[in-house]
């Protein structure tokens, strides 16, 4: 398994800011209901993938690019998979062009997709029969969804015993 130690501002920026973002967006104004605009968690159904489910709180029916949801390009999410010991696992950086597809969401409409992380990270299936694994991601929505700007999160894998 190769795992890389290098940890640029950026990611680390990222990584900071999107557990950020979970914390202050857990918390609502008493007597306000809120509702999940996106919901990140592990796939039931397909091994080590996520599935990732955005709703649109735009006012009108609305039209984007369809790479700009976070399983239309491996670019359009940032995921960082972490060991327990702090390193973390190389990724793999398969080419991925944006495509010219858009799709259109009514008002409160949601859609969903699956990101496959094995196919994301060297080594994952390894590292996790000898132990957890910390996923952080963070996401970057576009403007038309009018959802916050950013969100991000923790998760984490449990090791396969």
């Known amino acids: 398994m190769i795992v890389s130690k290098r940890t640029t501002s950026f990611r680390c920026r990222m990584v900071t800011a999107a557990l ?9 104004v008493a007597g306000e209901r809120t509702y999940a605009r996106i919901h990140v968690g592990m796939d039931s159904k397909q091994p080590l993938s996520l599935r990732v489910q955005v709703r649109s709180a735009a006012a009108t029916r609305i039209t984007f ?8 390009n491996v670019h359009s999410m940032i995921l960082i998979a972490v060991l327990p010991n702090g390193l973390e696992l190389e ?3 398969p080419i991925d062009d944006p495509t010219s597809e858009t799709i259109s969401l009514a ?6 997709g699956v990101i496959p992380l094995a196919r994301l990270f060297k080594g994952l299936e390894e590292a996790l029969k000898k132990s957890d694994v910390h996923l952080f991601w963070a996401y970057r929505a576009p403007t038309e969804l009018n ?10 894998i449990p090791r396969h015993r």
């Open 107 to 112: 008002t409160n409409e949601s859609v969903s």
């Open 91 to 93: 990724e793999l950086q």
């Open 20 to 28: 950020a973002l979970s914390i202050l967006s857990s918390f609502a």
């Open 147 to 156: 959802i916050s700007r950013y969100s991000g999160g923790w998760i984490l």
């Open 65 to 72: 690019d369809k790479w700009l949801l976070p399983w239309g």
